[in-house]
């Protein structure tokens, strides 16, 4: 494989803007210097995923993912670190020069970049047949011209026809130099077995005589395809989606969403359908912030990656009672994941295409608008009519909308959603209340949210702890006293002193936020002043203290050589020195590239923190110091603080030596280096209250 030269690497890493990266994957919100969003690698609610811009580095404080714009890529579509650059490079338009690879070259990257490969060729392949073989242009264009599909909307999507024979895709693969085995791990491909399930050595095609979708991520890599057939024979499935592979996971794709994912954005709501041509329908109608499920129930990972982009929901149901009861099941698991989730019934017989087609453009918008409403308010009326005239199946279906409103995170939510039963079902809102605290300290209500807060479904009118009765005292999880909440001047010391001062300070609080998951003991005073001399090093080393000196220079000439004991941060040290000595500062975004884990980690971890300074602190005019602006400051702190902390250490070493049984001279000898050593930790000290008293 061709290498990327390292002056095209760098290129691309200071061309490629993170927020613009990583705002394709999840909807970013600044908070001080930094975006925050939920978290794209694990289910959370509240936001504890940085980027901060100024760095160009991503890090989530929940789940411990770090890195630069590349290893966001790589962490996001799970690729390699060459095909995470060619993603930027052609994001921005920044032309690679390879040497000409064969197919079988490209196949041997490795087994998950083959099977996208071989899914675009087979995208391409199909694309290619719709528009210019005669059985795709007269059955598959037909067909689609017929449901009002523009050749642009058929572009846009990649729409394809797969031809009625047995191996025509496999034929080509094989002529192109494609391994038969990628065909059959992507399920391009079916082997024949026997009837003892062995293997027959005959292939054919999947997809024959059908209409192709091609379902793509979210970063438009085609990782399966839907088919529709045109056949009139009930013994066939009407569509046919591409099994299970390394590459497709039919629970974390929803079809559409690279098409509607900006869209989704800018419009701040996501309209949720069923089949592929209601997303084509609407898409070409103007409504481009449309995705669906492609007929499969809703899961946690769809549900995820809408709240990427919008807390807004609204799902436009067909018209047909059967399919509304089984999509209503569906649509709990939206207020579940903490979305705002709205509904759009169309009338009886239509769906979202064929009502669009009906209509047009305009006033299929203006339907939506105008029916559109709130989840719960339709489920209770629903429900309501359907029980009219029958008091058990009418105290059924108040249980069914209580459980819905159970699934709300937000209280004043769940409190306006009670008061709106009690009037539709003409039922005392206190008797509403009791049935709701039954529901949420049932049993089964505990175990199926044991892993959720009790806040999002407390006990109504009770308070929150509720949700947690059943436990022993020892289990339950509000036994044990929360630890305090930081104050600003607390997180305003964890931003400026890296957790040195914290850590003395805040005793448990600090250790809850750093170690307390994974019950490892906190970093000790040393490890936390080496941490920020690194810091300051890392971030800062061009910037000048002076007009001829740097903060590196300064750092490097205070410290000397090698003055850290940490391994990883004495390694991180060397890597710096030898960055200035080739006559280069060492760069954040440069470190944060390294093939090294630990390194990677440890930059990102060096250059995010989780607290900013409150606005609140210059509203009640008091002064913090702004280390980038007075970088001396900064160092003297920092060079302070480890020179104490080593004078302590063996202060400490020396009274340990007097518990032991000594003679006169070395008694004398030791008390003699404690005084020096005490002497020097005041003056130590002193210098300290000075730099700090400096800033003030």
Known sequence: MARIPKELVDHIIQTADIVEVVGDFVQLKRKGQNLWAPCPFHNEKSPSF?????????????????????????????????????????????????????????LEQNERDSQFIVSDFAKNHYHRLLLNSEEGMSIGYGYL??????????????????????????????TAGFDKKYLEKTGL????????????????????????????????????????????????????????????????????LFQAR????????????????????????GIKNVVASSGTSLTEG??????RYSDNVTVLYDGD???????????????????????????????????????????????????????????????????????????????????????????????VFLQQTSATFGIDEQVLITEYNKLVKSPSQQTKHSGGSGDNLGNYGQGAGSANAGYPPSANPRSAPAPRPMSDEEEAEMLMYGGAEAAESLGTSFQSTTKAAENEPLPDMLQLCEREVLRLLVLYAGREIDPEVSVAGYLMGQLGEYPLTVPLY??????????????????????????REDIRQLITDLATERYEISPNWRT??????????????????????????????????????????????????????????????????ALLGTVVARGA
């Open 50 to 106: 940085s980027v901060n811009p100024a760095k160009s580095l991503y890090k989530c404080f929940g789940c411990g993912k770090a890195g630069g714009v590349v290893q966001f890529v790589m962490d996001v579509e799970g690729t390699s670190y060459v095909e995470a650059l060619k993603y930027l490079a052609k994001k921005y338009a920044i032309e690679i020069q390879e040497e000409e690879k064969t197919p079988q070259q490209q």
């Open 321 to 415: 009672a059967a399919g509304i009861k089984a999509s209503l099941r569906g649509t709990d698991l939206l207020l579940e994941g903490g979305l705002n989730v709205r509904v759009v019934l169309f009338p009886d017989g239509d769906d979202p295409d064929s009502y669009i087609r009906k209509v047009g453009d305009q006033r299929f918008t203006e339907y939506i608008e105008t029916k559109s409403q709130d989840f719960i308010t339709f489920k209770t009326t629903l429900v309501a009519r359907e029980a009219s005239g029958d008091p058990v199946k009418k105290a059924e279906a108040i249980r069914d909308v209580l459980h819905s409103i159970a699934k709300v995170p937000d209280a004043i939510k769940r409190q």
């Open 189 to 256: 491909t079916v082997i024949r077995t026997d009837d003892q399930g062995k293997d027959t050595g005959r292939r054919y095609d999947r997809f024959r005589g059908r209409v192709m979708f091609p379902i793509h991520n979210i970063s438009g890599r085609v990782v399966g395809f839907g088919a529709r057939t045109l056949k009139r024979d009930d013994k066939m499935a009407k569509y046919l989606n591409s099994p299970e592979s390394e590459i497709y996971h039919k629970s974390d794709v929803l079809y559409g």
């Open 145 to 174: 011209k017929e449901r009002g599909l523009t050749l642009n909307t058929i572009q846009t999507f990649e729409l394809g026809y797969s031809l009625d024979a047995w191996d025509d895709l496999m034929k080509a693969a094989e």
């Open 570 to 595: 004495a390694e991180m040290w060397e890597i710096c020195r030898q960055e200035l000595l080739a006559g280069r500062f060492p760069d954040a975004r440069q470190l944060a590239q390294n093939e």
């Open 620 to 685: 009640k005019e008091i002064y913090v110091f702004n280390e980038v602006d007075l970088p001396q400051l900064a160092c003297d702190n920092a060079v302070l603080r480890l020179n104490k902390v080593h004078v302590q250490r063996e202060l400490d070493q020396c009274l340990e030596k007097l518990r032991h049984p000594l003679d006169d001279a070395e008694m004398f000898e030791i008390l003699g280096d404690i005084k020096r050593l005490k002497e020097l930790d005041n003056e130590l000290a």
């Open 302 to 307: 769809q549900i995820r990656l809408i709240k």
């Open 262 to 285: 900006q869209a989704i954005r800018t419009q701040e709501v996501c309209y949720l359908v069923e089949g592929y041509l209601d997303v084509l329908s609407l898409y070409q109608g």
